[in-house]
């Protein structure tokens, strides 16, 4: 703000000025097109296979069908505070606030009404606010005035071009170059470089999920089989890539919940950091780097991998706002992990560790709903199924999800295969207490709400979860 302070004085900028302020990606960090379009998708997507007709349509029009279709539109579009900021000093300047948009009129209207800081409001009605248009309305509506143009693209040069004063919302170093005056002013879209907004909206850290690949060769025993290494390795990163195009997809069609949380707001998406343009674009290249990765693999690979993904996308597109079918569908995804593994390899699946991890995982996903009911603060969560009445069911569910999973645990270490496929069977039962304390530490933990509505994540920065995994790896490893 005191950098714009002394721009200002330096320019002996007259109150008199107009400020005209564009909307997508400058007053909002996110555009209302491309969210109405991902709204139009989760609601109808059978739309999707429309949406190339209406575009050959026109600009206009294909904006007026794309929220024609829409049931519901969310207003809660997060705002550049940078920008806002700086409006609200120009207002106590003096200056009039004039908001120009291509964006349809009614819905920057409506976008206004919650930031009731512009004296006027202009929107598309029956031509396209854009480029040469804008510009054109701007020019007669400040007649002889000298005014700002706030813009955050190439195609606001045009408007530009007129502008006394230019202010430039922008990451786009091309953009900044070609602006750089006494007149211009820059402004950064966002403070978070593209690389840490990447690694934060991937989940890179969620990848060790993708460590359950590595437990049919471990439990086979296959430690020094380098092929069965290189493939469960290939299968690592073909399931990291698929998840993380995933996760992008799941914020994306989550963008109105996650700004009602306290703490999914933040993420890249959510807080319009990130576009949705860069968004797609990062996803749809990780999904088809997964694929060719696991068709070099196996096709049973393959098969998995596209049923893994056929499942998120129900997920995604619905099936998190079902009731327990959710916590069905996230279970099975943990699993789906483990018989990646097998078919990676070729190592035989084994009954004795799909019982487990089905019991295993079904209660952490059932944590996960008791984190969110725990520390959500209305009485339903937003985008699910759940109500915080519903939180004594959900515990006792997941509680015993995961106790049934330690009892499949001590059948296993009794049964004839263990010992025949360890030579001190006995020592695997030392692994049974330590099993047991960190499940019930974790859900009393979790019933607290210390938990974060991710319990992997919560266990990745867990010291006493690291320790008892290092406790269990060397008894396994005394038991072989």
Known sequence: MKDFNHFYDQNKIDAEALVFVDLDQTFIKTDVLWEALLVLMKQKPITLFLIPFWFLQGRLSFKKKVFSGIEEFQFNLPVNDDVLEVLSYLKGKGHKLIMVSASLN???????????????????????????????????????????YFGD?????????????????????????????????????????IGKLLKKQLRIHQWAKNALIFIPLMASHSFFDSKAWLSSIGTFFAFSFLASSIYVLNDMMDLSADRLHQVKKHRPLASGDLSILTGSSVAIALIVSAFVLAALLSPALLVILFCYMALNVFYSFGGKSLLILDVVLLASMYSMRILAGNAATDIPVSP??????????????????????????????????????????????????????MLVLVLYFDSEQVRVIYRNSLTLWIMLP????????TWILAFRGEVSSDPVLYVMKDKISWAILAAIGVIFFFAL
């Not at 409506?110 to 031509?127: L, N």
């Not at 952490?364 to 984190?371: D, E, P, Q």
């Not at 339903?380 to 009445?389: C, E």
Request: aromatic letters at 12%; glycine letters at 4%; charged letters at 25%.
């Open 106 to 148: 009614e819905i920057v209207s409506r976008v206004c009404e919650r930031h009731p800081i512009f004296d006027e409001v202009y929107g598309s009605i029956d031509v396209n606010l854009k480029g040469k248009n804008k510009a054109d309305l701007i020019v007669k509506k400040a007649a002889d005035k000298e005014w700002f």
């Open 153 to 193: 693209s190439t195609s606001d040069i045009e408007i530009w071009k007129h502008a006394n004063w230019k202010v430039v919302i922008s990451d786009s170093q091309s953009l900044i170059d070609k602006m750089q005056s006494q007149q211009s002013f820059i402004l950064p879209r966002s403070k978070r470089g």
């Open 352 to 405: 004795w560790l799909l019982g487990f991890s089905t019991f295993f995982f079904l209660g952490l996903a059932f944590m996960k709903r008791t984190s969110e009911l725990v520390m959500a603060p209305e009485a339903l969560i937003h985008g699910r199924a759940y109500l915080k009445s519903d939180l004594p069911a959900v515990l006792c569910m997941g509680v015993a999800s995961s106790l049934i999973s």
């Open 434 to 441: 330590l099993f047991l304390y960190w499940v019930c530490r």
